[in-house]
Structure formats: C-alpha cells, structure tokens
C-alpha cells in the first residue's frame, strides 16, 4: 500500500537540524575546552558536516521530491513504504554484523592493540557495512 497522503514533517525536521546544531556548539565549546588536540575541532567538524547534509537532504525533498534519492527522503524525513523497508534492511543487516565486529574489537583489546586505532576501524567498518547494505537493499527492491 501506498502513501496517499502528504503530512506536514518540515516543522520537525527544522527543529532536529536546530537541536542538532545546538549539541555540535556546545559540544564543540566543551571539548575545546576540556579535551586533549584538536578533539573540538573534529566534533565541529563532524556534527557540522551531518547538519550540512541534513539541510540539502531536507531542501531536495521539499522543493523536488520525485528527484530525490532513496537515501535523501529517508534522511529528510519523508520516506515511502520503499524507503522504510530499504532503512530497515540496513539497519537489521548493521545490527547483524556489528555484533562479531564488535567482539572482534575486544578480542584485540584484550590481547594489547593500540585502543585509538581499533575503535576506528570498528566505527569504519560498521559505516561501511550499513552503507553497503543500504545500497544492496536499494537495488534489490
């Protein structure tokens, strides 16, 4: 079935992008402030890149949805029955293999790895497995 009816979603997703900025400043402030290098910046980076992506995914769904991707309407919170099958997808198959990822990154902790580098390559992998699911999902339906 169908979505027939259009619902109004702008005025949340206008306040998840506000709150969202309001955690990446005080976010940043804090950890410029009590964090070691350049941990502040990185945040601000990161947060403000997720806010930048927010707001094109928010303005090619309200101004041209028929041209907006799968992974645009679902971040700009207007996905069809599609979209939430494929987010779903993902997101059963990244719950699937963040858990021997996961065990994996301890096992090298336990036996002595440097913590910085697996905690990356666990966070890059579990990204990469939700992207690629996502994607596989998307062609698939």
Partial sequence: MSTTTKKNTRAPLVMGLALATVVTVTGW????????????????????????????????????PERASTAERTLGGVPDERDASVLRTALATLGGISFPLTAAAAIALAVGAPTSPVIAILLWAELLGFVTAFYVANRRS
């Fill in 29 to 64: 402030l804090a950890l410029r402030e009590f964090a070691p290098g350049n941990m502040g910046t990185g945040f601000l980076v990161g947060g403000g890149a997720v806010i930048v992506l927010g707001v094109i995914a928010l303005a090619r769904t309200t101004r041209h």
